[in-house]
């Protein structure tokens, strides 16, 4: 079993930035991949960055390629979500994920998903 828990988020202007921060607890949280996603009101939960167990992979929605940046800390159990030039379509509640790094194995596409464990979400508001 592993929990998830996010902070980090807030209400930040456009073009600011915010970095977010998902600890993982759990005997093996280690040994797993971990992603972000994020869900603005009235639209499906999409796909944001995501990170191998090892963090030697980094995978990146194409809006979000060069304004955001996925990086881990083992030892700290925790991955962080680096946003930069936030833009008001940004705003939303963002959650991170987990799944066993086993997966990341057999299919190139791991990354969509589906994960095995949710956080319950932060929320990012950006003003214009």
């Known amino acids: 079993q592993v929990q998830l828990v996010e902070s980090g988020g807030g209400l930040v202007q456009a073009g600011g930035s915010l970095r977010l921060s998902c600890l993982a607890s759990g005997r093996t949280a280690s040994s797993y991949a971990m992603g972000w996603f994020r869900q603005a009101p009235g639209k499906e939960r999409d796909f944001v960055a995501a990170i191998t167990a090892s963090g030697g992979s980094t995978y990146y929605a194409d809006s979000e390629k060069g304004r955001f940046t996925i990086s881990r800390n083992s030892a700290k159990n925790t991955v962080y979500l680096q946003m930069t030039s936030l833009k008001p379509e940004d705003t939303a509640v963002y959650y991170c994920?987990?799944?066993?790094?086993?997966?990341?194995?057999?299919?190139?596409?791991?990354?969509?998903?589906?994960?095995?464990?949710w956080g319950q979400g932060t929320q990012v508001t950006v003003s214009s």
């Open positions: 994920a987990a799944v066993n790094h086993i997966r990341t194995i057999f299919s190139s596409n791991w990354y969509q998903g589906p994960y095995d464990y």
